[in-house]
């Protein structure tokens, strides 16, 4: 994956996420809102920054038949992203 910028949202996801990931030893199941009130932010702003990483291929979001996000993991190239954005810290 080519190296891509990433706004502080998205950068604080990861982190998140990653800080998850190591906490539980892998099994993270990050949920939307939980990273809502992890974060104190706008709902629609994660929503929007949540879309943009999956797409990047750096997350993936479970859905229920209807769409509505269920669970949030990081791919292996999140992984790695999110890990070096821990040592960077």
């Known amino acids: 994956?080519?190296?891509r910028r990433l706004s502080k949202l998205q950068r604080q996801?990861?982190?998140s996420m990653w800080t998850q990931y190591e906490?539980?030893?892998?099994?993270?199941s990050t949920?939307?809102?939980e990273l809502v009130q992890?974060?104190?932010?706008?709902?629609s702003n994660v929503s929007h920054s949540l879309r943009t990483l999956e797409a990047r291929g750096l997350i993936t979001?479970?859905?229920t038949l209807g769409?509505?996000?269920?669970?949030?993991d990081l791919?292996?190239?999140?992984?790695k992203l999110a890990s070096k954005l821990a040592q960077k810290l």
């Not at 791919?75 to 992984?79: A, F």
């Open 23 to 28: 906490r539980t030893q892998g099994g993270i």
């Open 38 to 43: 992890t974060l104190g932010r706008d709902k």
């Open 31 to 33: 949920g939307h809102l």
């Open 61 to 63: 979001i479970g859905r």
């Open 67 to 72: 769409g509505q996000a269920t669970h949030l």
């Open 75 to 79: 791919t292996s190239e999140g992984r």
């Open 13 to 15: 996801i990861l982190s």
């Open 1 to 3: 994956m080519a190296a």
